[in-house]
């Protein structure tokens, strides 16, 4: 079992910058692919990025590509995500997620959650 904890959301304007982190205990943090989703109201949790287990391999969804970096530090046991060149429609509350295998596979579900840290982002 993981337990996933996500930190520095808040409120900014747009065209600004805001970072993430999430800390992760309770299981080998090096040993899986990490992720990012997010949710606005009214709307389906979406995928944001993610992060293979060495680091190396990362994806985005198209919608903050170019915007987005997520990176991971596994001596630290935290995945983090920082977010620049910020738009209204990224407000959401975003979740920190873990998945059951090293590397990650498009459309797979993670198997681990953070309770999410809300980004309010200011036109």
């Known amino acids: 079992q993981v337990q996933l904890v996500e930190s520095g959301g808040g409120l900014v304007q747009a065209g600004g910058s805001l970072g993430l982190s999430c800390a992760a205990s309770g299981r080998t943090f090096s040993s899986y692919a990490m992720g990012w989703f997010r949710q606005a109201p009214g709307k389906e949790r979406e995928f944001v990025a993610a992060i293979s287990r060495s680091g190396i391999a990362t994806y985005y969804a198209d919608s903050v590509k170019g915007r987005f970096t997520i990176s991971r530090d596994n001596a630290k046991n935290t995945v983090y995500l920082q977010m620049n060149s910020l738009k209204p429609e990224d407000t959401a509350l975003y979740y920190c997620?873990?998945?059951?295998?090293?590397?990650?596979?498009?459309?797979?579900?993670?198997?681990?959650w953070g309770q999410g840290t809300q980004v309010t982002v200011s036109s």
């Open positions: 997620a873990a998945y059951p295998t090293s590397i990650y596979v498009t459309d797979s579900s993670p198997n681990a």
